[in-house]
């Protein structure tokens, strides 16, 4: 773009384009560690800018009008797809970018459906809770769009350029199923195919919100751990565990995927077969036997000899007995030798 063209948009957008660094050669041997961060950290900032550059262009191109609103009249999305965190060093170096350079790139809004003068973010929530926090206006473009062309725009954006993880896509995928989206909606927001579509909400589906939540993002935790995870989890007592996880101490102290792993052990610990007893006694109250019953064992301790004995004669015929009740099923024909 040529200086005229950049001074034509920094006037429409109010947008001032920060000076762009000089890259180091990449080609100079023995380059310190430091110096070959600091030219990464420089070419990513070059990437960014002529994104940002782009979007400008292709708004004003599109007769869009970039405008400045107070973070107080804009909602977010009616769908949220990000599992926020307590601590997030991404956004916090994004509020810093922005204190120092502004706002680059405009976020989607569309005119709130209810409210006159209020907006519905369709993405750049993190751009708008940054302006928040900050105190500054938000750039953003406003565009009259249908709940289907808010939620495609919300995903096709924030896919490539957040990299949400594949829990917080399937906590989305679930969100827009109860919302009623169709299948097909749901995969081209999240520009996948059926049946990725279909894993997704077989995850979130399977695991209550209320835990994915606890745990987080869980940025390193990919789709085989969290479809391992489902099915542990719908077995019996599997979200009793889970809660009982997030319950303990020092839980809300960890960082999202060391969350996950906590609750992963918790799940796949196997629960100790309850052990029921119960002590026979004489009408006049002396004990005769202690019978136990843990899973499929079934134990008789006795505790009066007469009655051992007496056990021990009837026995046969309790057998013989048991085996004319049940005749003709062999899976349960006692054998006595």
């Known amino acids: 773009?040529?200086?005229?063209?950049?001074?034509?948009?920094?006037?429409?957008?109010?947008?001032?384009?920060?000076?762009?660094?000089?890259?180091?050669?990449?080609q100079q041997p023995h380059r310190p560690s430091g110096a070959v961060k600091a030219m990464n950290l420089s070419l990513g900032r070059l990437g960014e800018e002529a994104a940002a550059a782009k979007a400008l262009r292709e708004s004003l191109a599109s007769g869009d009008k970039v405008l400045e609103i107070d973070p107080a009249a804009i909602e977010m999305s009616f769908i949220r797809d990000r599992i926020p965190v307590d601590k997030d060093a991404e956004f916090e170096r994004l509020k810093q970018s922005i204190q120092e350079s502004g706002q680059q790139v405009p976020i989607l809004v569309r005119p709130d459906p209810a409210r006159a003068g209020h907006y519905q973010a369709a993405y750049g929530h993190r751009r708008l809770r940054a302006?928040?926090?900050?105190?500054?206006?938000?750039?953003?473009?406003?565009?009259?769009?249908?709940?289907?062309?808010?939620i495609l725009a919300q995903g096709?954006?924030?896919?490539?350029?957040?990299?949400?993880?594949?829990?917080?896509?399937?906590?989305?995928?679930?969100?827009?199923?109860?919302?009623?989206?169709?299948?097909?909606?749901?995969?081209?927001?999240?520009?996948t195919d059926k049946p990725e579509t279909s894993r997704l909400l077989q995850v979130a589906q399977t695991i209550d919100p209320e835990i994915i939540l606890a745990i987080g993002p869980a940025p390193k935790v990919g789709r085989p751990r969290w479809l391992a995870?489902?099915?542990?989890?719908?077995?019996?007592?599997?979200?009793?565990?889970?809660?009982?996880?997030?319950?303990?101490?020092?839980?809300?102290?960890?960082e999202t995927n060391s969350r996950f792993d906590v609750i992963w052990k918790a799940v796949e610990e196997k629960s100790a077969p309850q052990r029921a007893e119960q002590t026979l006694r004489t009408q006049g109250g002396a004990?005769?036997?202690?019978?136990?019953?843990?899973?499929k064992t079934f134990r008789i301790t006795v505790k009066s000899a007469a009655f051992s004995e007496f056990l021990a004669q009837r026995l046969i015929g309790l057998a013989a007995e048991f085996e004319e009740e049940n005749e003709g099923n062999e899976a349960i024909r006692p054998v006595v030798s």
């Not at 490539?160 to 989305?172: G, H, K, N």
């Not at 019996?236 to 839980?251: E, L, N, V």
């Open 287 to 295: 004990p005769l036997a202690l019978v136990a019953r843990s899973g």
């Open 229 to 254: 995870f489902a099915e542990k989890f719908r077995e019996t007592g599997g979200q009793k565990k889970a809660q009982a996880a997030i319950r303990a101490a020092g839980f809300v102290t960890l």
């Open 131 to 150: 302006a928040a926090e900050i105190g500054v206006p938000v750039k953003a473009v406003v565009r009259k769009l249908t709940d289907e062309e808010l």
């Open 156 to 191: 096709q954006e924030n896919g490539p350029r957040v990299d949400l993880s594949f829990i917080e896509r399937a906590l989305f995928a679930r969100r827009m199923d109860e919302h009623g989206f169709s299948r097909d909606m749901i995969a081209k927001a999240l520009a």
């Open 1 to 26: 773009m040529s200086p005229k063209g950049r001074d034509i948009l920094k006037s429409m957008v109010g947008a001032v384009e920060p000076t762009r660094p000089e890259v180091p050669s990449v």
